[in-house]
C-alpha cells in the first residue's frame, strides 16, 4: 500500500504541466530604436531596428513576445506591415477566440494560417510567458536549460573597408566575444576573410552569406576553406537544402543553415540529406519557442551542434534565446551580443557582456525581463489592441 504522500506526489505528476488560460486582451505595438551602427547583409542595410511587440494579457499575467520579422522581406517573405496585418485579422483574433488553452494547444489554434512562422512567434511566445509568469516559472528551467551563462559571439556586417573591418573585429574581441562571424556577399569574401584570419590565426571564426551564392560559386568556398572557418552559415538560396547538400559534399567547411530551417521538419530534412553539419536555431524564424525545442532534439538526436542566432533582438528577444541557447545541445556560441552592440539605450535593463564573453541567462519567472515603460513609450511609433 502507498503512504498517503506517495499518493500525494503519484497526483501532482499525473496533474497537467500547465493551468489553462484565456488571453483577454492583446497589445500590438510597433517600436523603432536606432542602431549603434548601420548593419549591412548581403541583403540591404538596417540602420534603425523596426520591429513589433505583443504583450498577452491573461488575467492572472502579461506575457511578452517579439516578432524577429523587419519592414523588408529581405531575409524571409515575412515583414512588419505584413505580420501586423496577420496579428490584427487572424492571429489575434484566433487566439481570443480559443478560451481556456495551454500554450501546448497554440499549433492547433493558429493552424487556419499557413507558415509565417515570425508573426506566430510573437503570440506563442508572448502567450507561453504570460503562462510561465503565472506559474512563476523562468523560460530557462521550462525549456531544460543546463547553465547558468551562456558562450556569446558576434555577428559583424560587411564594412566599406577592410580595414574598418579589422577594427571592428579588434574591437569585439577586447570586450570578449568568443566567436567572430562575418556578413559576406560575392566580391568582398575571400580578401576580407583571410585579412582577418592572418590578424587572428586562433579565433572562431564564421561567415554568413545570407543566401547570396549559387553552386557556381563553389571555388568561392573552396578559396575560403582556407581560412579554417568553424562553419560557412547559409550560403545558397534562402528555402533550398538540395543544393546545400551537393556544395556540403564538395567543400570542407561545415555549412550552417539559418534561413532555410523554418521547422523540426526542415531541420530534420536537411540534416537527412546532408545539407549542414550545424544548425542555426532563431525561435521567432521557426514559429516559437516550443518549435525551436523541437529543431534542438531532432538535431540533438542526429548528433548536429545548435547555437543561438539574432535578429537584433531587443532585451525582450534577447531574454528568450538566452534561455534557449543555455539547453544542453548549444554547444557553440550564439549571436547572443550584449544590448550595447546594437543599441544605445534598450528597451529592457541591458544584457551586459561578461569579460569572458559569457552572458547571464535570466531566471525570473517567463523570460525574466520587462519592457521598462517610459522606454516603451519613448519608442513605441504604432499601438493597436485585440480584444
Ligand atoms: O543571418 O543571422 C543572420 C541579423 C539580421 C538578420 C539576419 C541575421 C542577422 C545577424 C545578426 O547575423 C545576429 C544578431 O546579432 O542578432
Ligand atoms: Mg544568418
Redesign the pocket.
Given at each position: 500500500a502507498r503512504t498517503l504522500n506517495e499518493c500525494l506526489l503519484l497526483q501532482l505528476e499525473a496533474m497537467p504541466e500547465t493551468t489553462p488560460y484565456r488571453a483577454h486582451a492583446i497589445d500590438i505595438r510597433v517600436v523603432r530604436i536606432p542602431l549603434v551602427r548601420p548593419?549591412r547583409?548581403s541583403f540591404g542595410v538596417e540602420s534603425e531596428k523596426e520591429c513589433i511587440l505583443a504583450a498577452v494579457d491573461t488575467g492572472d499575467a502579461i506575457g511578452w513576445g517579439e516578432c524577429v520579422a523587419s519592414p523588408v522581406p529581405g531575409?524571409s517573405s515575412e515583414f512588419n506591415a505584413g505580420v501586423l496585418e496577420l496579428l490584427r485579422t487572424f492571429l489575434g483574433p484566433a487566439l481570443i477566440a480559443a478560451g481556456d488553452i495551454t500554450s501546448g494547444d497554440l499549433d492547433r489554434v493558429f493552424s487556419s494560417v499557413r507558415g509565417n512562422p515570425m508573426a506566430k512567434a510573437t503570440l506563442v511566445n508572448a502567450f507561453l510567458d504570460a503562462e510561465l509568469r503565472a506559474a512563476g516559472t523562468s523560460l530557462a528551467a521550462h525549456v531544460g536549460a543546463e547553465r547558468e551563462r551562456v558562450a556569446c559571439g558576434?555577428?559583424v556586417g560587411i564594412t566599406a573597408t577592410t580595414d574598418a573591418l579589422l577594427e571592428q573585429v579588434h574591437g569585439y574581441l577586447a570586450e570578449g566575444y568568443r566567436r567572430i562571424?562575418l556578413?559576406i556577399e560575392p566580391g568582398l569574401d575571400v580578401e576580407r576573410v583571410a585579412a582577418v584570419r592572418a590578424a587572428h590565426p586562433d579565433i572562431l571564426l564564421s561567415v554568413?552569406a545570407?543566401a547570396a551564392y549559387t553552386l557556381d560559386d563553389v571555388d568561392v568556398f573552396r578559396e575560403l576553406d582556407r581560412s579554417r572557418l568553424l562553419m560557412v552559415?547559409?550560403p545558397l538560396h534562402h528555402e533550398d537544402i538540395v543544393q546545400h547538400a551537393t556544395l556540403q559534399a564538395r567543400i570542407a567547411s561545415d555549412i550552417c543553415l539559418?534561413e532555410s530551417i523554418r521547422s523540426a521538419a526542415d531541420a530534420r530534412a536537411a540534416i537527412g540529406l546532408g545539407s549542414c553539419r550545424i544548425v542555426?536555431i532563431k525561435q521567432g524564424r521557426v514559429g516559437g519557442v516550443p518549435e525551436a525545442v523541437r529543431v534542438h532534439d531532432a538535431a540533438r538526436a542526429a548528433g548536429i551542434p545548435v547555437w543561438c542566432?539574432?535578429?537584433?533582438?531587443t532585451g525582450v528577444g534577447r531574454a528568450t534565446n538566452l534561455a534557449l541557447a543555455a539547453m544542453p545541445g548549444f554547444t557553440l556560441p550564439g549571436?547572443t551580443?550584449a544590448s550595447h552592440r546594437y543599441f544605445m539605450e534598450d528597451i529592457t535593463e541591458p544584457f551586459v557582456l561578461a569579460p569572458d564573453g559569457t552572458m547571464g541567462v535570466p531566471d525570473g519567472p517567463g523570460i525574466g525581463v520587462d519592457p521598462i515603460p517610459e522606454r516603451l513609450l519613448e519608442t513605441t511609433v504604432h499601438a493597436e489592441h485585440v480584444s
Open positions: 548593419f547583409t531575409y558576434v555577428s562571424k556578413k554568413d545570407n552559415e547559409q539559418d542555426n542566432g539574432g535578429m537584433l533582438e549571436d551580443s
